[in-house]
């Protein structure tokens, strides 16, 4: 059981290029997240998806898109990085009550460190 | 969602016990409390939950008191390795706040030996 897989774990773009990251999740789960981590700043939420084919803007959706195609999938994409994205991304999932009710809980990806140069 | 408020850094030395409080004034009837733990170089993981009074696991106890206005994350003979971030979230999966999953900057617990 892999739980969330995030691909890449590491990525170095020019300012300018694009990018897709991909998580992905095997436990069946409605709810899934992107959030960047900056030194300091604790975890942003960047946009989330209450299920297949709904996305929805968290606190920090600026230069930021996501696509829920598919159940499993959940794609954050950076049409033209800026030295400003520079971060680390994780990526989260989890069961329908959304990770804040009873007996539920949100499982995160192992990370992708991203530098904008 | 209820606004938190946690300290943002704590010291400790092994063996000791340590207690991180969450201030949440305005939470709703319906909103749960939830903890996380982060170590470096990894996504959170969840180590605790509860509504009222007090929860305990393999990991922590929470102690919530009869008004919710605030929680307390106990964790019992703390070792090097509990050195981590801790996020105490509140909220509840209902109408506006449905999917909303805030951590904020959490309080980064360090252990001394």
């Known amino acids: 059981n892999a739980g969330v897989t995030q691909t890449p774990k590491f990525r170095v773009l020019k300012t300018g290029q694009s990018m897709t990251l991909l998580c992905a999740q095997d436990?069946?789960?409605?709810?899934m997240y992107w959030y960047r981590q900056d030194p300091g700043m604790g975890l942003r939420l960047i946009h989330y998806?209450?299920?297949?084919?709904?996305?929805a803007k968290g606190e920090v959706p600026d230069g930021y898109n996501v696509s829920r195609l598919k159940k499993q999938n959940f794609l954050l994409g950076l049409e033209s990085a800026a030295p400003s994205q520079t971060s680390v991304y994780f990526c989260?999932?989890?069961?329908?009550?959304?990770?804040?009710?009873?007996?539920?809980?949100?499982?995160f990806g192992q990370g992708t460190r991203l530098t904008v140069v | 969602l209820a606004k938190t408020t946690q300290p943002i850094s704590m010291d400790s030395y092994e063996g000791q016990e340590v207690n991180i409080t969450c201030s949440h004034n305005n939470i709703a009837t319906n909103d749960y409390i939830t903890w996380y733990q982060q170590f470096p170089s990894q996504g959170p993981r969840f180590i605790i939950q509860g509504y009222k009074t007090k929860v305990t696991n393999e990991v922590a106890s929470l102690f919530i008191p009869a008004d919710r206005k605030s929680s307390t994350l106990s964790l019992p003979r703390v070792s090097l390795s509990d050195t981590a971030v801790y996020y105490c979230l509140v909220g509840s999966d209902r109408g506006s706040t449905l999917g909303r999953l805030y951590f904020g900057r959490g309080t980064q617990l360090t252990v001394w030996p």
């Open positions: 989260a999932s989890s069961g329908a009550t959304g990770g804040l009710s009873a007996d539920t809980e949100a499982f």
């Open positions: 998806s209450v299920g297949e084919g709904t996305t």
């Open positions: 436990m069946n789960h409605e709810y």
